[in-house]
């Protein structure tokens, strides 16, 4: 029997590789997006306390009531936006499934999806799937600038969706007021979903403030935003994620949402619910990585490498340029190989790399990992 690949060109993913040569050589792995410290005690507790009460079976489709109103809350509070909790919040399998099936619920055969690259590599493959057709926009370090006259010029009557992903992996940017503005202005009068992968949310730095879509009353109508309680309380792992969509969107969203997952782990829903109501936990989120942030900054300013200091999300890039001539996937299995810490291309995160010299390095670490890290860099 002959299975037809759906999706002939896709291999094993940059992070698996680079994560098993890490494994191999024995080297720090600063590869994949995961923190290597666990989540709070308090957390783990409340979820086994919520196993213990016989909280075992399925949830509800759309996610325990009791954490679809704590989500609805703190997204009015921190943005003024209001999801009502029943028709408008939707748990899910990370934010992953999230995007998955937001994709599937809007992308038909032909149709075109404009998304930003470097991008999160879900994107592509996800839109690929069901027939849909792939337009990205090619951002450049150092600051990933989005030039909207472009993305204004590759709209069609094809064109069914936008993604955005802000605060950016693996760009590290972060969007400004002006950009929703200029995206309000090309998407009005269209059919033109968007999806706002907002996974790092709490993760932005020096005082800038995260703009979630959902701020502004006209994109919010046709977006849904993404979200990732695996990114926010170091619980990758653990996968749950959720999905803000006003109702008509929602709607379409769980269609594909009730026959991909039906529902989400219940006890660590009871637990997760409990947890948000300790606002401190997620307000202090972006001074916590901060600290990492400069940590790291202050050690690899002892390199060769050129860093860009990152806005958002736990990741930074370098450049190499002043190391190597190698390109980004040779130089980073090198660095690993040779140095025994293990990095991203950016190249990666492309269709068709541009000629750019930049790593990756996932700063969501110990810092005796980083120490660790930084005592090999700064030997080269
Ligand atoms: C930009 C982006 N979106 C979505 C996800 C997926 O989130 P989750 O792990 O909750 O599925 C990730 C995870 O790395 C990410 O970096």
Request: proline share 5%; glycine share 4%; hydrophobic share 40%.
């Amino acid at each position: 029997m002959n299975l037809k690949s759906k999706l002939p060109q896709l291999g094993t993913t940059i992070f698996t590789v680079m994560s098993q040569l890490a494994n191999e050589q024995g080297a720090v792995n600063l590869s994949q997006g995961f923190p290597d410290f666990d989540c709070s005690p308090d957390l783990v507790n409340l979820v086994a306390d919520a196993m213990k009460k016989g909280l075992n079976q399925y949830s509800p489709m759309s996610g325990v009531k009791e954490l679809r109103e704590q989500i609805s809350r703190k997204q009015s509070e921190i943005h003024n936006s209001d999801y009502h909790p029943d028709t408008e919040v939707t748990v899910t399998a990370g934010g992953a499934e999230a995007l998955f099936s937001a994709i599937a619920a809007v992308i038909r055969p032909d149709d075109e999806a404009i998304i930003f690259e470097p991008a999160y590599d879900l994107y592509r493959p996800a839109i690929e799937l069901f027939g849909g057709i792939v337009k990205s926009v090619r951002l450049l370090g150092p600051d990933f600038k989005i030039d909207w006259e472009i993305v204004k010029s590759m709209i069609s009557s094809k064109t069914k969706l936008i993604i955005i992903n802000n605060p950016n992996n693996p760009a590290t940017s972060v969007l400004t007021e002006n950009d929703f503005l200029e995206l309000a202005k090309i998407v009005r009068d269209t059919d033109v979903a968007i999806i706002s992968d907002e996974v790092y949310e709490h993760i932005v730095f020096d005082e800038l403030k995260h703009l979630s879509i959902s701020r502004f009353p006209e994109l919010k109508e046709r977006s849904f935003v993404i979200a990732s309680f695996g990114k926010l309380y170091h619980i990758t792992g653990w996968k749950v994620g959720y999905c803000l969509a006003p109702e008509p969107l929602t709607k379409e969203f769980r269609k594909v949402h009730q026959f991909n997952v039906f529902c989400v782990n219940t006890p660590v829903q009871y637990g997760l619910a409990e947890f948000l109501k300790r606002k401190d936990e997620y307000l202090s989120l972006s001074g916590f990585f901060q600290k990492k942030r400069d940590f790291f900054i202050n050690g690899l300013s002892q390199s060769k490498f050129k860093i860009l200091k990152p806005k958002g999300s736990y990741f930074l890039l370098a450049d190499y340029s002043e190391i190597s001539d190698l390109n980004e996937f040779e130089f980073s299995k090198w660095l690993t190989v040779n140095h025994k810490v293990a990095v991203i291309p950016v190249s990666a995160f492309y269709d068709d790399p541009p000629e750019q010299k930049l790593v990756r390095f996932c700063f969501a670490k110990k810092e005796e990992t980083m120490e660790k890290a930084i005592e090999k860099l700064i030997r080269i």
